[in-house]
Nanobody
């Protein structure tokens, strides 16, 4: 079992940047497949980025490719999402997720954080 806590959300103008952080308790974050998801009001939860612990491969939803970067810091047991060139359409609550299995951008992960709000105006 792993607990996840996100931070780093906030309000930013279009074109700006934010870095979201996800702190993992217990086991090392790199022993899990991890992902970032977002949910805007009235919309379904959407996979944004993921890392496969087995291959190290990353995946991104088309709308954020070239703007967002997912990464892990083994020493700090952290997961990050660097978000650049933010657009109003990126406004949502962002969640980090983890699981032993590689679900990629599908929201089937067992472990979820509480979410952090990102607002782009």
């Amino acid at each position: 079992h792993v607990q996840l806590v996100e931070s780093g959300g906030g309000s930013v103008q279009a074109g700006g940047s934010l870095r979201l952080s996800c702190a993992a308790s217990a086991h090392s974050i790199i022993t899990y497949c991890t992902g970032w998801f977002r949910q805007a009001p009235g919309k379904e939860r959407e996979g944004v980025a993921s890392i496969d612990r087995n291959t190290g491969g990353t995946a991104y939803v088309d709308s954020v490719k070239g703007r967002f970067t997912i990464s892990q810091d083994k020493a700090k047991n952290m997961l990050y999402l660097q978000m650049n060139s933010l657009e109003p359409e990126d406004t949502a609550v962002y969640y980090c997720a983890a699981d032993q299995f590689a679900f990629g951008l599908s929201p089937q992960y067992n472990y979820w954080g509480q979410g952090t709000q990102v607002t782009v105006s």
